[in-house]
Nanobody, 129 residues
Framework: QVQLVQSGGGLVQPGGSLRLSCVAS?????????IGWFRQVPGKDRELASC????????TYSPSAKGRFTVSREDFRKTAYLQMNDLKPEDTAIYYC?????????????????????WGQGTQVTVSS
């Protein structure tokens, strides 16, 4: 059974940091998968925070995440990470990791929800003093 299990959310004060983890199981060839990190607040659509494709340096960030968030992966651990620094109250959301197998010559990650077919359970991030 293919599964993504997330950890690392919680409550943090403005300016603080959190690292989210996303561990895959039931997947062979994790290095062929793009990983996306999305977030959602009640009443709004799920939106991309960041994603990482195949190979080196193929990362994408939303304008609000750029410069504060860092996406990374350890393929031998079948794990992806989202390091979030200088957190702001507007970063409060449920964060989801997602995965999709990249086929052919595609190396870049999709920036939209429908580009992924495996989803984690979500983890709450709350930024508040």
């Amino acid at each position: 059974q293919v599964q993504l299990v997330q950890s690392g959310g919680g409550l943090v004060q403005p300016g603080g940091s959190l690292r989210l983890s996303c561990v895959a199981s039931g997947i062979d060839g994790f290095d062929n998968y793009a990983i996306g990190w999305f977030r959602q607040v009640p009443g709004k659509d799920r939106e991309l925070a960041s994603c990482i494709g195949k190979g080196f340096g193929r990362t994408t960030y939303s304008p609000s995440a750029k410069g504060r968030f860092t996406v990374s992966r350890e393929d031998f651990r079948k794990t992806a990470y989202l390091q979030m620094n200088d957190l702001k109250p507007e970063d409060t959301a449920i964060y989801y990791c997602a995965a999709v197998e990249l086929r052919g010559m595609t190396k870049y990650c999709a920036t939209y929800v429908s580009g992924y077919d495996i989803w984690g359970q979500g983890t709450q991030v709350t930024v508040s003093s």
